[in-house]
């Protein structure tokens, strides 16, 4: 089988995406009525961690575990990436001793190098330009609640970041609208964001208008990580984009809020909001689990049903 990695979202198509949501929903069924599933008992994933991690760590490391395999936990601090070791080598050696490998570092294009040198399948868990398996589970989770979310609108509040340039990503493929409403200076920078074409997503300068008759609220931090040295300016330029219950109001009266989470009540998003009826964050979260096991039984065995 020829390698596939998972660098960007839309390294699959959408059919192979329609096949891992329904994969997701009956590797989540097993889970929940506790049915052991091992598909992957001899199989070892390596993860490398230049950033700080919560979510992305549990739900591969427990993910794995669960489908009966290893994982190695490499941080930059504990190997010799640390030391300027060259990403290609450090993907040959790596590559020739596990079945798969998870990174989330800075630049895209280090995660590009790794997976040109890398004999195993290599999955993004974020970068500073794309965040795919949580739009994965943000999708799952969509449809888990609502059904198809092709057609519908995902109001996109904030900085346009590695979680707004999957969402576009996303809408092209997968044939829904998104409305971005981010602070002037920080727009989408399309050929960052990897688009095709423009036709899935329109921008506005007001948050409020961005959300009017949306399906679905989401946000993120207003600095991302790699970024704290603009902390103090980007505080003050996002002050209006800090999604509120008029916001909540606008969107559609079935509306979802989503947020890939850590979350600063206060500053992207009010508690009444990520703590009221509209959102489903803590099912976002643990669909993480659920969509990567699909995801790293698909890479590793393909499509089994
Ligand atoms: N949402 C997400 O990727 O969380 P972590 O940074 O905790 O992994
Ligand atoms: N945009 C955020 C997402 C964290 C999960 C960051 O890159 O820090």
Request: with cysteine; proline share 4%.
């Amino acid at each position: 089988m020829a390698i596939r990695h998972y660098l960007q979202f839309r390294d699959l198509s959408r059919e192979e995406y329609d096949y891992l949501f329904e994969r997701t929903r009956v590797i989540k069924d097993k889970f929940k009525r506790y049915i052991p599933y091992q598909p992957l008992h001899d199989r070892t994933l390596a993860m490398v961690f230049e950033k700080a991690s919560t979510r992305t760590r549990v739900s591969f490391e427990a993910g794995m575990y669960q489908m009966g395999g290893s994982v190695i936990n490499l941080n930059t601090g504990d190997s010799q990436l640390g030391r300027a070791e060259p990403i290609e080598d450090m993907a040959r050696v790596v590559s020739r001793m596990v079945d798969l490998v998870m990174i989330r570092t800075y630049e895209q294009t280090k995660l590009d190098t790794f997976a040109e040198n890398s004999r195993v399948p290599v999955i993004n868990g974020l970068t500073n330009e794309y965040h795919p398996c949580q739009i994965l589970a943000d999708i799952f989770t969509f449809i888990e609640q609502r059904g198809p979310i092709q057609g519908k609108t995902v109001a996109w509040i904030g900085d346009s970041n590695n979680m707004c340039n999957t969402w576009l990503q996303a809408a092209e493929l997968l044939d829904f609208n998104v409305h971005v409403s981010t602070p002037p200076g920080y727009e989408v920078e399309p050929e960052r964001a990897g688009l095709f074409g423009l036709t899935n997503y329109e921008e506005f300068t007001d948050p409020l208008e961005a959300c009017r008759n949306a399906d679905l609220v989401t946000t993120d931090v207003w600095t991302s990580m790699g970024f704290e040295s603009e902390n103090e300016e980007r505080k003050r330029a996002f002050a209006d984009w800090c999604v509120d219950v008029e916001m909540m109001r606008l969107a559609k009266p079935d509306a979802l809020f989503m947020h890939c989470l850590p979350a600063h009540r206060g500053e992207e998003v009010e508690a009444e909001v990520i703590d009221g009826p509209w959102s489903v964050v803590w099912d976002e979260a643990e669909n993480r689990l659920h969509v990567q096991k699909a995801l790293m039984e698909f890479l590793l065995l393909g499509m089994v049903e």
